[in-house]
């Protein structure tokens, strides 16, 4: 097989597909049936079969069956896997040409893919009563796919580590050719991806970034769509989680099969340390943290206030010292909700409306006005608090600005902050605290 992703998303979508299919039938949804002649084998029959006429047989409409079937067996967990997996694919037009005999061909690459798939699994199962998955019919239809949506493509693999994040299950589907992996599961990966944590010596990263993508022959590797892909990867999970996250400094990518080659990603961040608490993903939190990826990666601004400080924030997460990291965060706060210099008081009080609740935020507020005035200490060198203190302080003002820019990228805060946190500080008459939007 020339493309190892697709054979293992489409295998392990038609095995969930088989279960599914074959308890409906049990459950008593009808598998309707063709009548139709068909010619026996030399000799196959009788004289008096041949003289009573033609030679019937029934046929299953299993691909019927499937299209009825269509929204149970799309609720899989391995439907939408399999949909990106054949999305990223460069040949689906030849192969629906060639498999769906009826209506246009979809102009979008989701509905696309939906309808490829709908047709590889009624070839994974043409002609069966029991939906009874045999590997040889498996392979066979996965051999028929292959060679028409890969034929004159290749494939690219780029590979990177990311440090500071932790997956219960073997690998997580991201959706759009990205799958996140255990380093110990990933098959062939480049022997000195990356360092673990906690020492000092080459080895296999916790979690590596896959990403595969198909080209023409004679097109150039997409490696430069790959590293905005992982830089939005890695803006999400930086919102995701307090955890501090990042990506290797270095990916490695090959084509066709060919020699691992080292690719520069230029991404900042430094590799947590080995006490440093980890971003743990589990079974539960996987589709969690796969919508909210996505999500991001659609609204992610391109100019702006919000992008300045998404950027400054981002900025301050890859600070290796919180000393180093409280000017970012803050002047990511500043560009959001300060609307006059002079006047930094009313800052902290927005922040502290937006991020805790009424009873809270007069602490709140003063604890934030007491670490923005630390930055003036940090300058001259003298009144710093101890080091796990400014620690804690620098923590809880980068939660509150992730929190801030989480909820405006997700559409749970109006992105004209200012306006809605002086909303929540004027008095309420009727004692009900103001919506956020």
Request: with cysteine; hydrophobic share 45%.
């Given at each position: 097989?020339?493309n ?10 038609a095995e ?13 949804h009808e598998?309707g049936?063709?009548v ?23 046929r299953?409409?299993t ?12 609720q899989l ?25 009826h ?12 309808l ?13 009563n029991?939906?009874?998955l045999?590997?040889g ?26 440090l ?20 110990e ?25 896959v ?24 803006t ?7 955890a ?6 270095s990916a ?5 099969g ?5 690719l ?29 990826c ?24 890859a ?81 509150d ?7 405006v990228?997700c ?27």
């Amino acid at each position: 097989m020339r493309n190892r992703h697709l054979h293992a998303a489409l295998t392990a979508f038609a095995e969930e597909a088989a279960w599914q299919l074959a308890s409906d039938v049990a459950e008593g949804h009808e598998l309707g049936f063709e009548v139709e002649q068909a010619r026996p084998p030399s000799g196959g029959r009788t004289r008096k079969q041949r003289q009573s006429g033609a030679f019937y047989c029934y046929r299953p409409l299993t691909a019927e069956f499937i299209d009825a079937r269509g929204s149970v067996v799309a609720q899989l967990p391995s439907y939408l896997p399999a949909v990106h997996a054949l999305a990223q694919t460069g040949g689906l037009d030849a192969y629906l040409d060639a498999q769906v005999a009826h209506g246009g061909i979809p102009m979008a690459p989701r509905e696309r893919a939906e309808l490829a798939l709908r047709a590889f699994l009624g070839r994974v199962f043409v002609d069966s009563n029991d939906f009874v998955l045999e590997g040889g019919r498996l392979e066979a239809a996965y051999s028929e796919l292959e060679a028409v949506v890969t034929e004159g493509r290749a494939e690219t693999v780029v590979v990177a580590p990311v440090l500071g994040l932790e997956l219960a299950s073997a690998e997580v589907a991201m959706g759009d050719g990205l799958v996140l992996i255990r380093g110990e599961v990933l098959e062939d990966a480049p022997a000195d991806a990356v360092w673990p944590r906690g020492t000092g010596l080459p080895g296999r990263a916790a979690v590596l970034a896959v990403l595969r993508f198909e080209t023409a022959a004679g097109e150039p590797a997409p490696l430069e769509p790959a590293g905005k892909k992982l830089r939005r990867l890695l803006t999400a999970l930086r919102l995701f989680d307090e955890a501090p996250v990042c990506v290797g400094p270095s990916a490695w990518t090959r084509t066709a099969g060919g020699p691992w080659a080292s690719l520069a990603l230029g991404l900042d961040g430094s590799p947590p340390g080995p006490d440093t608490a980890v971003c743990l993903i589990t079974a539960p939190e996987e589709d969690e943290l796969r919508a909210f990826c996505n999500l991001v990666s659609r609204r992610l601004p391109r100019g702006g206030e919000l992008a300045w400080a998404l950027r400054r924030f981002e900025l301050g997460c890859a600070r290796p010292r919180p000393a180093e990291a409280l000017t970012d965060h803050l002047l990511a706060l500043r560009a959001l909700l300060a609307s006059d210099p002079e006047q930094p008081g009313l800052l902290v009080a927005r922040v502290a409306a937006l991020c805790s609740e009424p009873a809270e935020r007069t602490a709140h507020a003063a604890r934030l006005e007491h670490t923005a005035g630390l930055e003036r200490s940090l300058v001259a060198g003298v009144g710093l608090p101890d080091a796990e203190m400014l620690a804690d302080l620098v923590d809880e003002l980068a939660g509150d600005c992730r929190a801030i820019l989480r909820d405006v990228l997700c559409g749970h805060l109006d992105p004209d902050l200012r306006r809605t946190a002086d909303r929540l500080l004027a008095p309420q008459p009727t004692g009900e605290e103001p919506a956020l939007r």
